[in-house]
């Protein structure tokens, strides 16, 4: 018996483009449960009326009433909003932006989808891998809400950043000393000096990658310990 396909819609805001490529990178061996409506694979407007999940990605421009309009839409369409990536999930980088560059200098504000519309889940990353995207879509077709709860208590979150590991796992005393902060972080903003994480600060671009690859950290969040 054939199982009718994930009608999944993907709307990118805006960015450097790796989420957007990761997307496509993880479509392939998604192919068989998912139908993805994405921009890239085809001409014209969303193929539906209605779907079962909408990936979004970028950060939403507060200085853009058309952004903030699609973005409400997209809520109405779809019966779970995903924010992929940590432009869409916690602002990113997307967070230094100051206004003032062309071709429009009057963007100054980004901030997370959440700000605007209800998410359900988010993954940060910068990009997240495409096997993060597999796993979660696999988890979800499952209704394995344990294995997506990391993802379900980050969509509360607005912001998270290599300042919150070092004040929740590092200054407490729960770091183990893993490296997983450091592999994970894309700018190289931590490095570990005695198996002990060190944030270089300016390098930091607020993407949170490192805190939900922390197994401490991602660890308490599912537990309940909801971050605020």
Request: charged share 25%.
């Amino acid at each position: 018996m054939s199982m009718e396909k994930l009608k999944v819609l993907h709307v990118d805001f805006g960015g450097c483009e790796g989420c957007n490529v990761s997307i496509i990178r993880a479509y392939p061996k998604l192919m068989n449960e998912v139908e993805l409506d994405i921009s890239y694979l085809r001409d014209g407007p969303c193929k539906y009326d209605e779907y079962d999940v909408a990936l979004i990605t970028g950060g939403a421009c507060m200085n853009e009433p058309r952004v903030l309009e699609e973005l409400k839409e997209i809520r109405e369409k779809a019966r779970v909003v995903v924010a992929f990536g940590s432009c869409a999930a916690l602002g990113g980088i997307l967070r230094f932006c100051r206004g003032g560059q062309e071709p429009r200098p009057d963007h100054r504000n980004f901030q997370p989808i959440n700000s605007v519309i209800t998410v359900d889940y988010s993954i940060p990353g910068c990009p997240p891998t495409p096997q993060m995207l597999q796993s979660f879509f696999k988890f979800f077709m499952a209704g394995n809400e344990a294995r997506l709860k990391l993802f379900k208590v980050t969509a509360g979150l607005k912001k998270l950043s290599g300042f919150d590991l070092i004040d929740d796992i590092v200054l407490t005393g729960l770091c183990i000393g893993c490296g997983a902060c450091e592999l994970s972080c894309p700018t190289g903003a931590i490095k570990l000096v005695d198996k002990r994480p060190t944030l270089i600060q300016e390098r930091c671009i607020r993407c949170g990658t490192c805190y939900i690859r922390c197994p401490r950290a991602s660890q308490l969040m599912c537990l309940g310990g909801e971050k605020t």
